[in-house]
């Protein structure tokens, strides 16, 4: 023992910082090894092998019923009640039963076969919906601000679609015949 502390006293001090550091890492491997070597001879460990069946994390969840579609509200309904030419505009109106949270309409080129989506009319406005009398009407005018691809055919028929929205995700859709014609 004398001799190992008489060479590590001739080092100098890089040397002796070196060599502390290698001696460290050397004593901590090898009480890591004793312990691990210990430890698995006593049986500690075991429970970290892998189980042989998939892991609870990984396995999927048991599927479950679907939710139930909600019931379709009571007195659901939507009408369009008149549908015509005013001149060069198209006036629809309509009426609903039930509670309803909005209503939209299109307006369409062609029969019921060949409807086709029109773009002469301004999509800006909406509906307006009497809820104490339980109406809407809307009024389809021709689009000012912008260029139009197909204007007004006075020789095509046309038709409206109204669409409303109720409680639960429920709609219902009314369609009708636009009657007369342009400037009638």
């Known amino acids: 023992m004398q001799r ?14 070196l060599a502390a550091l290698v001696g460290g890492l050397f004593v901590f491997s090898f009480s890591y090894l004793v312990a691990t070597v210990g430890l ?12 042989s069946g ?19 509200p009571e007195n659901m309904d939507l009408k369009i009640t008149r549908v015509m ?4 505009e198209v006036v629809v109106e309509g ?34 919906m009497s809820w104490s009398e339980r109406t809407f009407a809307q009024t389809f005018v021709e689009a000012k601000e912008r260029r139009i691809e197909d204007p007004i055919n006075p020789e095509e028929r046309y038709r409206v679609v109204c669409s409303g929205a ?7 859709s009314a369609d009708a015949e636009v009657e007369g014609t342009p400037h009638s």
């Open 4 to 17: 190992v502390t008489d060479w590590f006293l001739g080092l100098s001090v890089g040397q002796k910082v």
């Open 40 to 51: 698995s001879l006593l049986g500690y460990g075991d429970e970290a092998v892998a189980p």
């Open 54 to 72: 998939p892991s609870p994390a990984l396995t999927t969840p048991e599927p479950t019923a679907p939710e139930p579609f909600p019931e379709e």
């Open 85 to 88: 030419w005013e001149g060069e």
């Open 95 to 128: 009426s609903w039963s039930g509670d309803i949270s909005s209503v939209h309409c299109d307006l369409f080129e062609g029969g019921e076969d060949t409807s086709r989506v029109t773009d002469w009319w301004d999509r800006e406005i909406s509906p307006v």
């Open 166 to 172: 109720f409680p639960g995700g429920w709609s219902m």
